[in-house]
T-cell receptor, first 116, second 117 residues
Framework: DQQVKQNSPSLSVQEGRISILNCDYT??????FLWYKKYPAEGPTFLIS?????DKNEDGRFTVFLNKSAKHLSLHIVPSQPGDSAVYFC???????????????FGKGTKLSVKP | DAGVIQSPRHEVTEMGQEVTLRCKPI?????LFWYRQTMMRGLELLIY????????DSGMPEDRFSAKMPNASFSTLKIQPSEPRDSAVYFC???????????????FGPGTRLLVL
């Protein structure tokens, strides 16, 4: 059973408009979330994160929103640029290590296409 | 720094053959992760090392898979014998894994694309 779900496999947006990528999670104990971006033939790279003590974190054109009651987070990209075209993964640290460093649990990703 | 280095980048082999994937983590990082990406299951953890010691190998599919980390700068993932269902992209990632920290950024290598015919 997927613990982190990205229900939209793909999203197409016009350049300059807002891109909104969504992610749902099942375990209310999860308290830290990350977004990774992946270009073809490359590994995922860290983009932005949010702790559950916040409901919003902003970094330039990228903003992540967290709704703990709904167990939902979203990544907003404004304005979208063609170079943002990539697969975006939502992730959360595994709870298996008693609060110590562990692996990430990933959603299946959403492929964003930003058209000029 | 050079980032996480993986080799080979692509591997095509026949069913039954042994496959060895290699990873060099970022210098100074003491946590290393092997992930596998498939269409069906997405990105999933295979095994996690901390200070060269395997911490969690519950994601290793079966005995055909083995992983080693003989020193802080090198790890291997071996599949023997390989099967077509092992075809996937295998990623290695590393992080500083500072003791006591809950989470730190994981840096991924470019991946090895494996095709087993």
């Amino acid at each position: 059973d997927q613990q982190v779900k990205q229900n939209s496999p793909s999203l197409s947006v016009q350049e300059g408009r807002i891109s909104i990528l969504n992610c749902d999670y099942t375990n209310s104990m999860f308290d830290y979330f990350l977004w990774y971006k992946k270009y073809p033939a490359e590994g995922p790279t860290f983009l932005i994160s949010i702790s559950s003590i916040k409901d919003k974190n902003e970094d330039g054109r990228f903003t992540v929103f967290l709704n703990k009651s709904a167990k939902h987070l979203s990544l907003h990209i404004v304005p979208s640029q063609p170079g943002d075209s990539a697969v975006y993964f939502c992730a959360t640290p595994s709870m298996n290590y008693g609060g110590s460093q562990g692996n990430l649990i990933f959603g299946k990703g959403t492929k964003l296409s930003v058209k000029p | 720094d050079a980032g996480v280095i993986q080799s080979p980048r692509h591997e095509v082999t026949e069913m039954g053959q042994e496959v060895t994937l290699r990873c060099k983590p970022i210098s100074g990082h003491n946590s290393l992760f092997w992930y596998r990406q498939t269409m069906m299951r997405g990105l999933e953890l295979l095994i996690y090392f901390n200070n060269n010691v395997p911490i969690d190998d519950s994601g290793m599919p079966e005995d055909r898979f083995s992983a080693k980390m003989p020193n802080a700068s090198f790890s291997t993932l071996k599949i023997q014998p390989s099967e077509p269902r092992d075809s996937a992209v295998y990623f290695c990632a590393s992080s500083t894994g500072t003791s006591g920290s809950y989470w730190e950024t994981q840096y991924f290598g470019p991946g090895t694309r494996l095709l087993v015919l």
